[in-house]
């Protein structure tokens, strides 16, 4: 059964078209409720003369909103730094190494990013009360740079183990070998997925909720505690919730135009294009 | 080459494996302990005492919301299988409509809800839902579909439809994104020889992709299904487990018994219980996942 070739098109752009408004429509008129005045929330419609900054105006008055917004970046910005710092010599000893150590380090990761946080929060909780950690900017960035790693050796480990093995032995030959090839020889390959896998560590920081909301109560405060804690109470303002809940989405596109920029697909196609070549 | 790998990047290795290794097995075993203890605090004259397996006992007799809970939890590793048979037949439709590569514009749109935070998609969902301002609530209102009263979030028997659609819209696009790579595994050259052999859809199937697809579907069928057993953030703020307990997932219900009644013993007991069975999945997963690494060294190779 063969579909015609003009059909395939009015199809392909169906599909893409139906896709795009589910996923965006929410999100735009979430970020519109943001900007609008009630009333035009209630009626649907809104018309020019509704827009208004008055959700943004009342929310800053209200919450912190740039300390907010600095303490999450920076969380995510250093964890997402620790892990690639620490995620990127294991990666490599992963692929490379022979031990049967090394070979466990990547079912250990495994192990780690997908345990339930729950079933680790109760003895996280306790050693940060001990150790003083609770309510401390370092305790989270410990925390999130652990997560962070694992997430950054999962995915970069298997483009390692691509790169061909006679480049390290060239790389041996001439002198090279330890971080010296690593930063030299495989880093370079695999430097836009390193950025790209970093880029998901910061975007899974900023996101994240149970720990935040557990170990953090009023020096440290991330954006998803405090998007929650608005929510609280009888009365809630959806027009200050979502200005707040809009800055809060603002790394999601930044990230996708980030993977567009870096060429994490461009990768892909090429890696795709030079398989179909050597089958 | 083992002498290429040089000291410091060995070093390192060792240092992280160190460290999550501590990071796993430590708290496992904390709350192994903790579990073993009486920590209540409304009991303080016994507090710290060693009680050996009473709270289990206590958790699989006295609490009547546990065994709710692992019911609800159940329905949403049910839900997360169905979204993912949805997501299948949505990368069955991308691979036929696009057999070589998405268009970038919708491998995007596919990524993006999983970038959004839980709590942010959540409280989309509660903000749509509401009973006054909700769009949802006022186009169902407008269709009829629902009483002029009703609120969808507040219905024990209806929520959970909601609390689906909104963990299928951050999860099936992004799902199916993934079973799309798999479909591409399937070497199109096999197929068509496949063909000219002249063999029958069936044994096409039965030989040519399912041995290609087995590994790498299971393995995105593993991780979604953790994904749902630990579901925390979506439905703790959606409904916060309500009404009554309708929503009330093993994740919530073990954070609301440890941190909000703050009864440890009983809590860490529920933690490590949610802990074995997590591992469970995982074993399965991390064996499927060695292979799946190999076969992408193979490939290079």
């Keep these: ?279 | 080459m083992p002498q290429s790998l040089g000291i410091g990047p060995r070093v390192t290795g060792l240092l992280v494996a160190l460290l999550l290794a501590f990071f796993l097995m430590v708290p496992f075993i904390g709350t192994v302990w903790k579990s073993l203890l009486q920590l209540d605090p409304a009991r303080p004259s016994t507090y710290g005492q060693f009680v050996g397996v009473d709270n289990y006992r206590t958790l699989l007799t006295k609490e009547p919301e546990f065994r709710t809970s692992l019911s609800v939890s159940l329905r949403f590793v049910l839900i997360a299988l169905v979204q993912c048979f949805l997501a299948f037949l949505l990368a069955v439709l991308f691979r036929v409509l696009w057999p070589h590569r998405l268009p970038r514009l919708l491998v995007l749109l596919l990524i993006f809800p999983l970038l959004l935070s839980p709590t942010l998609v959540a409280l989309m969902g509660r903000l749509f839902l509401n009973d006054q301002i909700g769009v949802i609530t006022r186009l169902l209102k407008g269709l009829h579909l629902l009483g002029a009263d009703g609120a969808p979030l507040g219905n024990a028997g209806g929520v959970w439809l909601w609390v689906s659609v909104i963990d299928a819209w951050q999860w099936v696009p992004f799902t199916s994104l993934l079973f799309w790579l798999c479909l591409r595994l399937i070497p199109v050259r096999q197929l068509e020889a496949a063909r000219v052999d002249g063999i029958g859809n069936w044994l096409l199937l039965r030989f040519v992709i399912i041995p290609y697809l087995s590994v790498p579907v299971t393995v995105v069928i593993l991780f979604r299904l953790l994904e749902a057993l630990r579901a925390y953030d979506l439905p703790q703020v959606l409904t916060g487990g309500g009404p009554g307990v309708s929503t009330l997932t093993t994740s919530i219900y073990a954070a609301r018994i440890t941190f909000n009644q703050q009864r440890f013993g009983v809590g860490a007991a529920h933690l490590v219980l949610i802990e074995v069975c997590a591992y469970a999945l995982i074993v399965i997963l991390a064996s499927n996942v060695k292979s799946l690494r190999g076969v992408l060294r193979r490939k290079s190779g």
Aim: glycine share 8%; hydrophobic share 55%; proline share 4%.
């Design chain 1, 1 to 279: 059964m063969r579909i015609r070739e003009r059909h395939l098109k009015i199809l392909r752009a169906v599909t893409v078209a139906i896709t795009a408004v589910i996923i965006l429509l929410p999100v735009v008129w979430f970020i519109l409720i943001g900007v609008i005045n009630y009333d035009a929330v209630l009626r649907g419609s809104p018309r020019l003369a509704d827009f208004t900054l008055e959700h943004y105006r009342k929310l800053s008055a209200r919450v912190p909103v740039s300390g907010i917004i600095l303490d999450t970046a920076f969380l995510a910005l250093l964890s997402s730094i620790f892990a690639a710092l620490l995620a990127v010599p294991s990666a490599y000893v992963i692929s490379r190494g022979d031990g049967k150590l090394f070979n466990q380090l990547y079912t250990i990761s495994l192990t780690v990013w997908l345990v339930p946080p729950v079933a680790l929060s109760l003895q996280v909780y306790f050693w940060f009360i001990q150790l003083g950690l609770y309510d401390e900017f370092g305790g989270l960035l410990v925390l999130y740079s652990v997560i962070g790693t694992t997430l950054i050796i999962l995915l970069l480990t298997p483009f390692l183990d691509r790169i061909p093995k006679q480049l390290d032995e060239a790389a041996w030959v001439d002198g090279l070998q330890g971080f010296g090839a690593l930063w030299h020889i495989h880093l370079p390959a695999v430097s836009h997925l390193l950025l790209g896998a970093s880029m998901l560590c910061f975007v899974r920081s900023w996101n994240e909720l149970l720990f935040a909301g557990l170990l953090t109560n009023v020096r440290v405060r991330t954006m998803p505690v405090a998007i929650l804690s608005m929510v609280t109470g009888s009365h809630i303002e959806w027009g200050q919730i979502a200005a707040l809940g809009t800055l809060a989405l603002i790394p999601a596109p930044l990230a996708l135009a980030f993977f567009l920029a870096s060429g994490v697909f461009k990768q892909g196609r090429r890696r795709a294009s030079r398989g179909g070549v050597s089958r």
